[in-house]
């Protein structure tokens, strides 16, 4: 069963960092681009980073930069979003999925961590 599984969300005070992971099927996805994103309730899944099958190569969207860091362990077949200075908006489940050479969605998704920020 090919799946991307997401862990380490949770509630954290504003200006707190959090550590998600992405833990894949590596004969599926380990040549696969994986992002991050995250859907706050009542607005569209926004693209935060993502990170080439190497490990060399990410890409972040202006909301996650300076902020939040991307990383792919391949031995462990998991990419990492290291998030600090955490804001109240940035409350929102976090997904990550496999994207192609275009940084396209291919459909696989995993089911999403939620990370709840007070304030």
């Known amino acids: 069963q090919v799946q991307l599984v997401e862990s380490g969300g949770g509630l954290v005070q504003a200006g707190g960092s959090l550590r998600l992971s992405c833990a894949y099927t590596a004969r599926a996805f380990s040549s696969y681009i994986v992002g991050w994103f995250r859907q706050a309730p009542g607005k569209d899944r926004e693209f935060l980073a993502a990170?080439?099958?190497?490990?060399?190569?990410?890409h972040y969207a202006d909301s996650a930069k300076g902020r939040f860091t991307i990383s792919r362990d391949k031995p462990k077949n998991t990419v990492t979003l290291q998030m600090n200075s955490l804001k109240p908006e940035d409350t929102a489940l976090y997904f990550c999925a496999a994207l192609n050479d275009d940084y396209q969605q291919t459909g696989y998704w995993g089911h999403g961590t939620q990370v709840t920020v007070s304030s």
């Open positions: 990170v080439d099958a190497s490990g060399g190569s990410s």
